[in-house]
Each structure stands twice: as C-alpha cells, then as structure tokens.
C-alpha cells in the first residue's frame, strides 16, 4: 500500500502523456497528448504495466476518472458538444495542464 | 441453492494422488469436438495442464469458478437496478460504494475489479465499452455478448456513440449527453437506467423483468409497460 496523497483532485486539467511504451499499458493511444479534467480519484491499484509481466505491480498507481470532451478527441464528432467520453488512467500517465494566462485585455 | 458437485465424489478413497490421471476429481472437457484444436485452444490447454501439474491449481477449484462465472446472469444485475429503482436510498448506497451495497444483497463481486454503477438521467445516457480487451462485469451480468467484444462496438462506440446507439435502436436527444465510458483500468461499470414511467405501481421483481442486460451497458433502454 502506498500513503502517497494523490497529484490530482477533481476539476483539475490534465494531459495523457503521448509516450510511447512497448509491451503492456493501460492509457489508449487515442487518448495520448489529449487533455481532459479529472472527475474522480478512485482509489490505488496495482501498476498493470509491471503486473502484466509477473512483478508485483508496485508501487501502486492512483487511478483517476478523466472526462474528455468528444469534440476535443474527434475533429469531425458528429455528437453534440456537450458528449463525453470517461477513461480510468493511472497517474504515471498524467501531467498537469497549466491553464493557459489570460490576457489582460481579454473580455 | 446447493454447491454439491457430484463429480468430486468419486475418489474418496484414492485421496489426491496426482499420478494417477484415472483419480482426477474433474477432469475438464472440451466444449467443441468438431475439427481440431485451434492455436489459442492448445495454448489454454498447454497452459491450464501445466497449472495442475505444479500444482498451483486444482481440477476442483476450475470448476468452481466456472460454476460460479455460469451462476451469474443479467437476472442477478436487474435485481439490482429493481432494488435501485424501490429504495432510494440503496441507490445511494449503490452509486457511492457498489461493493458495499452489493454485499446488502447477498452479492459478492469477488476481488478482481472494483465495480461501479452509473446512472442514466434526463440529462445524461452512458454507455459502457472496452476499448482495449472486453472488461465486462461478468460477476453481475454473466458472460458478456460476442458483440461486445467485437472490434467494431470497441472501436466505435468511443468515436461515433449516438451511431452504435442507434444501431442498437437507442436515440438519444442532441439535448441529452451521451457518456462513453471506456473501462481502461480496474473498474467495471454498470448503467442503473432510468425508471420508465408507468411502473410506480410495480413489485421489485415486476420492475426487474423491465431491465436487460443491454440496458445495463447502456445500449437499450429499460422496456415500458404495456398498458392494460
């Protein structure tokens, strides 16, 4: 068991990291580089990546609900923008998403 | 219910001597006698003999779990959402900490994956997938359909929804989300549908009969009444 306190609380942007692994992982390609926002922390788990080749799986791995918005996933979502798509990814695969600074004279 | 397995009654006297394959409790059989074996039937095989042979499992235990894995069936799942759907705060309980409230239930979702039931609302449908094997909560609903498994819902059903959607005869509103959950990790997860109307009137198994398996994935809705 791990007593690390998770990186990420619900609301915060995220990006899947888009690094590329040979072998086993859990983070779909079409998913890698996209940024979505953690909804829920869902408890720690084993790391599937060092399980699927008979390691212990640890140290275990937080794992987070991420929302994606479809239009940001699909160029041509033919869905309305207000559809969207929920994947369980582990923290190894997440990096935090600095919001961008909004200019002073922005409306 | 009764577990009494006839099949391990036979070799009482002979004790758990593995030399002998004539004393094996259980031998398993093959589901299929037509043609031969093919690459990936030879390698269970190759794999479950050289399991018994070490010893890390048993006849008996393979049988057990198939025994338990063809107990369970989307009857014991819509006994849920019925349970969901009378008590309001069950589904509380169920939305917060399935495990827990399974277990109110006399129903023991084994320790594998954690389960986690999403619920439909006029806002929202979700809609259940598996992009990168077939994650099904076999443990409530038994042995997921050869569609779901099929590389067309999986690769699909995260790209074009509301299209798989409607194949499947749903059509959801553009004013009403569509949810795609894509089970990556440790979770299996299992659509509560909306109450139809109608059904206020129902008994928990009335309400149960309204609820199908694929209404629980999230690609049907429960079936409505037909009035008297």
């Not at chain 2, 309980?93 to 109110?104: M, Y």
Request: glycine share 6%.
């Amino acid at each position: 068991m791990t007593s690390r306190t998770p990186r990420y609380k619900s609301g915060d942007p995220v990006r899947v990291d888009d690094r590329d692994v040979a072998g086993h992982c859990r983070a779909p390609w079409y998913l890698r580089g996209h940024t979505g926002v953690v909804v829920e922390e869902l408890g720690n788990f084993r790391d599937p990546e060092r399980l699927a080749y008979l390691r212990p799986g640890l140290p275990r791995q937080i794992l987070y609900k991420v929302r994606f918005k479809q239009t940001d996933l699909w160029p041509d979502y033919v869905g309305p923008a207000r559809d969207h798509l929920e994947a369980d990814i582990t923290e190894n695969w997440l990096e935090p998403v600095v919001p961008a600074r909004r200019k002073a004279n922005a409306s | 219910m009764t577990h009494t397995h006839p099949h391990t009654h036979g070799h009482g006297d002979h004790g758990h001597d593995h030399d002998h394959d004539h004393n094996e409790p259980h031998p398993p059989q093959r589901d299929h006698d037509a043609g031969p074996m093919g690459v990936y039937e030879v390698m269970e095989e190759a794999v479950r003999l050289l399991l018994l042979e070490k010893g890390v499992l048993t006849d008996a235990e393979i049988a057990t779990q198939i025994d338990l894995m063809d107990s369970r069936s989307p009857a014991l799942g819509a006994k849920v959402v019925a349970r969901a759907w009378a008590d309001a705060a069950f589904k509380q309980r169920l939305l917060a900490d399935c495990r827990t409230a399974l277990a109110e239930l006399q129903i023991d979702i084994g320790q594998i994956a954690e389960f986690k039931v999403v619920e439909n609302t006029p806002q929202t449908h979700n809609v259940i997938v598996c992009t990168l094997c077939s994650c099904y909560p076999k443990l409530l609903l038994g042995i997921p359909p050869a569609w779901y498994k099929s590389l067309g819902y999986r690769s699909r059903t995260v790209v074009d929804p509301r299209g798989v959607l409607a194949e499947f005869g749903v059509k959801i509103p553009k004013s009403q989300e569509v949810r795609v959950h894509d089970s990556t990790a440790d979770l299996r997860y299992i659509v509560l549908p909306m109450r139809p109307k109608g059904t206020e009137r129902m008994s928990e198994p009335q309400l149960a009969a309204l609820v199908s398996r694929d209404a629980m994935i999230g690609t049907a809705l429960p079936s409505v009444p037909r009035k008297t």
